[in-house]
């Protein structure tokens, strides 16, 4: 997905005179066509990710439509003060890129968790969150976000995600990837709807229909955004992020009280556990195993039923 963004944006860049790339000292293997085809439009801030994001909003002051880079939570936590007064308040066009969305550096420790940044950015001023589930999706993301110049998150995997779209998909509202008719959705946001994806197919195998959408854009939310999903009778919200302010709580205050909605989420007993994101997905309970069980359970979801839930 990383190699996407930066693909999509070379091809914004020599459209737009104006896009700039500001990188927090990483991304390398990743980020030299950019640097080399257009020099004068790129910096390294060095391990400073304050000072970038101050930086990007003063280019931004200045005509340019910025895209700051670093690993997921030091681009948004670290730095989420001058997130919100530098760039927030002002309107200023600079998009904040997080690499390593959710778990992707697990092995690095809690340190590298990424899980709490929708959450965190959802509560400033005019501020728009895309979270891609793949390199496809990762694209219409970029494009987007040229277009449409804002205060903006983009939210991305690490590497190698599996395709999950067909094509490229809308940003207006939820996208269906796994269409069976069936009276159970399955709504993810990010890479972690392959984990999504894989249950369904278990699911629809076993004679069970249940329906797969991603969500992309994840704020603004707006309750007609959502609302193809209310005819469902049963709703169950994945995400590789903590209950508070992700993609759950996003879907449960747009549609209101439903009859039967359940998140699987990360809980906060993981904080101080480190693994692959294989393993901490699965610890987490949600693997394509913990949703299918989700799926399954007659009773109402427990969080204590070895997955994360609210």
Known sequence: MRTAFIE?????????????????????????????????????????????TGLAAGLASEGHHVFTYSIGNFATMRCLEQIRNDVCYHRYPVTVVAVGAGMS????????????????????????????????????????????????YLRIGKAGEPVVHAAEPSLDGPCQIVAHDGETAIVGTGPILAEAVAAAEQLNQAGRSVDVWAMTRLAPARAIDVGVLARYNRIITVEEHVAAGGLGEIIRSRLGAHRDLRSLCVPESLEAVCGSQAALRRQAGIDAIAIVRAVICSGPFAADAGAGGA
């Open 8 to 52: 999509q944006l070379i091809v914004e860049a020599r459209r737009n005179p104006s896009i700039f790339l500001i990188v927090g000292d990483l991304g390398y293997s990743v980020v030299e066509p950019f640097a080399a085809e257009f020099p004068r439009r790129f910096l390294n801030a060095g391990v400073a990710e304050q000072n970038m």
């Open 105 to 152: 550096y697990g092995n690095q420790g809690m340190s590298h968790h990424c899980v709490q940044d929708i959450g965190c950015l959802r509560g400033l001023p005019h501020m728009t969150i895309l979270s891609p589930a793949d390199a496809k999706a990762a694209k219409a993301c970029v494009r987007w976000l040229a277009e449409n110049p804002s205060p903006a």
